[in-house]
């Protein structure tokens, strides 16, 4: 994966004990192929809307912290309550606009890649180390879907760099890069949960690799300030009681709706390979390649590194175990896009392992192979396609054809102010109309959310009756396109269905390459 011949294959100990010139112009390329990433993903993403089913959860819950609401106390969430918190501030500081949302998804990448860099030249020669920055940024800007706002692009960024941390914690003897690593660890769990895995990685690794400067001691320090220090705080706001509740609502409901096959994607190979004859499948095939390369990676990967396991305590055993327990995190979610956001530590060791393992010119070629055809989708998405700009309360978006129509329609009736409920699924539209929910459920997933969870809304529903009703007829097909492990019996919430149809008349129609939404007013 290098893309270009390399030096003799680089050690960990040799990258502990390089000159120090060395060591600065790796961090400092770093830092640069960084900002060189989050910048061309700021150009690409910055007013750029895609009407997905998540982008909108993280937006209108960093809006609502921002106007003072309390996850779980004052509004639904399942995940942590990391990513609200950052939104919140970026809009504190900045101004609440897309634009300025988007900020943090680009910092997030530039971070990755960054760090990708980084990691890769403790264990192999810079162009390596190049060349697998350059891929992860061509995945990361290849399709316009993987980089709106999400929750696990924030984890995955804390996560890496806690890793990238406890590496510097042992290369330089420093206390206080251990500490930080189980700080940001920490974090990375309140944002994400589940990622709370790397902690349990991290921590005998320095313990083991730090005995002698006792780094350990201090990464588990950090790692209590991060735990505790965030959870009083929500305490304090009285949110800490509910997020428990939260996660044991998590634990019954959410993994058997969300629950896909390792490398699942939508419509499958099928789909994928779909109308290919004769010589057309050669670059489909390595078209998909790129596409394909986040559930390819970690099986391939593990396999190439088992002789690592003779050498516990080596760096590559310790950034497998990390990967690994990444993939972990994941569950229920192992389709292709949640391994995208962890791919960064199995680029790194792919290339690492080719580096030691192939001559210069093989590494060449597949590093040609994948990064062509990714670098191709990713120079089509930086240059845009064809979307419409529309004004909103939040600024001016970019929007597709097939979805402008939906948001030139809600803009035009709802006032920023006036009381809306978006049903079931689409809670992006509170952010762009700038309207109050009377409920504290942003979205409702059928096939997931429990019987209680149905009546708490239609109870909120009643005793505060909003002015609008955005409406999308949603076919039970759908649902189990997105999320195949739903329960087909429980696809329809029938009291806020009957709420809506007796309560209120179609005012508005918007039809889109997804479907039609409805604008319904009170009656």
């Known amino acids: 994966m290098t893309p270009a011949g390399s030096p003799p294959p680089q050690t960990a100990r040799a990258a502990d004990t390089a000159p120090a010139a060395t060591q600065q112009r790796a961090l400092l390329s770093a830092i640069l192929i960084g900002l060189a990433t989050g910048s061309l993903a700021y150009l690409a993403t910055r007013d750029r809307l895609t009407v997905t089913n998540d982008e909108g959860i993280y937006l209108i819950s960093g809006l609502s912290v921002f106007r003072g609401a309390v996850p779980y106390r004052d509004f639904f969430a399942i995940t942590g309550p990391g990513n609200f918190w950052l939104l919140g501030a970026i809009f504190r500081m900045a101004g609440v606009s897309l634009r300025t949302a988007h900020l943090l998804v680009a910092c997030d990448l530039g971070v990755l890649t960054a760090l990708a860099y980084w990691l890769a030249s403790r264990l192999a020669s810079w162009r390596t180390a190049l060349g697998c920055a350059l891929l992860c940024s061509a995945l990361f800007l290849s399709n316009p879907t993987y980089a709106p706002l999400n929750h696990r692009w924030d984890s995955s960024t804390f996560a890496l760099a806690s890793v990238a941390l406890a590496v510097a914690a042992v290369q330089f003897s420093s206390r206080t890069a251990a500490c930080l690593a189980g700080i940001i660890g920490m974090l990375a769990a309140w944002i994400t949960p589940p990622v709370g895995l790397i902690a349990l990685v991290v921590a005998p690794w320095l313990w083991l690799r730090g005995k002698p400067r006792l780094l350990g001691p201090f990464h ?252 999308r007829d949603i076919p039970p097909a759908e649902y189990l396109r997105i999320w195949p492990g739903t329960d087909p019996a429980r696809l329809r919430l029938s009291l806020i269905e009957d709420f809506i149809r007796t309560r209120y008349v179609a005012c508005d129609l918007a039809r889109g390459g997804d479907g039609e939404r409805q604008l319904l007013k009170r009656r």
């Open 220 to 471: 588990a320090a950090g790692a209590a300030l991060g735990a505790l220090l965030p959870a009083a705080i929500l305490n304090a706001q009285g949110g800490l009681g509910p997020m428990l509740h939260a996660l044991f609502w998590n634990a019954a409901h959410y993994s058997a709706a969300n629950q896909v096959a390792y490398g699942f994607f939508f419509g499958g190979p099928a789909a994928l390979f779909a109308g290919v004859h004769g010589v057309e499948w050669l670059p489909r095939i390595l078209l998909a390649l790129p596409f394909l390369l986040p559930a390819l990676l970690p099986p391939l990967v593990a396999a190439a590194w088992l002789p690592a396991w003779r050498a516990p305590k080596s760096l590559e055993a310790f950034l497998l175990l990390c990967g690994l327990a990444l993939v972990a995190s994941n569950y229920p979610r192992w389709d292709l896009l949640h391994l995208l956001y962890i791919s960064p530590v199995f680029l790194i060791l792919g290339a690492v392992w080719l580096d030691r393992h192939t001559s210069g010119l093989c590494g060449m070629l597949l590093f040609l192979a994948f990064f062509l055809p990714a670098g191709m989708m990713c120079l089509q998405n930086l240059s845009g396609g064809s979307e419409t700009t529309v004004a909103t309360p939040v600024g001016r978006v970019q929007v597709s054809e097939s979805n402008a129509q939906a948001v030139r329609m809600s803009v035009a009736r709802i006032r920023p102010g006036d009381s809306l409920f978006v049903f079931p699924y689409e809670p992006v539209f509170y952010f762009l109309t700038g309207a109050r929910n009377p409920t504290r459920y942003f979205w409702l997933q059928p096939g997931m959310m429990s019987d209680q969870d149905e009546r708490t809304a239609y109870a909120e529903l009643n005793a505060n009756p909003p002015d609008w009703i955005l409406y």
